[in-house]
């Protein structure tokens, strides 16, 4: 056998046995729990309470479907649907509200406001385990800077069972 040979031979050899060789196989992925997305929108519309602001908090799995939504009893009846749309927003595009609405202002991320569903509003924070985004958090019904802050303390609540 010539050394390229074994050297393709290994890499081969190697690639079969890490799995990755059978790309029809089985596909494993980190889903977000029932009790953890709860755990998440309760944090996030108690730290939102705790300013004095009335809001609603959705949170979305991996897919962008909605899994828990908490609405304050004074919110506006506007606010879990952008709850929603802002978590959505947050999920496809793998990144906060607040920084989607900033690129989205360059020409050439424009149209992507208009797919059905996105809010470029801030107030929308993806849940990730290292890069692996698993869902996201939306809260509406204050600023939007206090929104994605509320989003982010829903998470930092349960940041030590997302590693």
């Avoid at 799995?19 to 494993?28: I, M, Y």
């Avoid at 009335?54 to 828990?68: A, K, L, W």
């Avoid at 939306?138 to 509320?150: I, K, V």
């Amino acid at each position: 056998m010539t050394h390229s040979l074994r050297i393709v031979f290994a890499i081969a050899l190697a690639a079969v046995a890490s799995g990755r060789a059978n790309a029809q196989g089985v596909v494993t992925q980190r889903i977000l729990s029932l009790p953890l997305a709860k755990a998440i929108a309760e944090g996030a519309i108690a730290e939102c309470r705790s300013k004095g602001f009335h809001t609603s908090v959705v949170v979305v799995d991996r897919s962008g479907q909605p899994m828990v939504l908490l609405r304050d009893e004074q919110a506006g009846p506007e606010t879990p649907d952008m709850a929603r749309r802002k978590a959505y927003t947050a999920r496809v595009f793998r990144i906060p509200t607040l920084d989607f609405q900033k690129r989205t202002m360059e020409p050439q991320f424009a149209a992507q406001r208009n797919a059905t569903d996105v809010l470029a509003l801030g107030g929308g924070v993806p849940i990730k385990i290292g890069e692996d985004t698993i869902g996201a958090v939306g809260s509406s019904g204050s600023s939007q800077n206090n929104d994605d802050e509320c989003a982010k303390a829903g998470i930092a609540k349960v940041a030590d069972q997302l590693k």
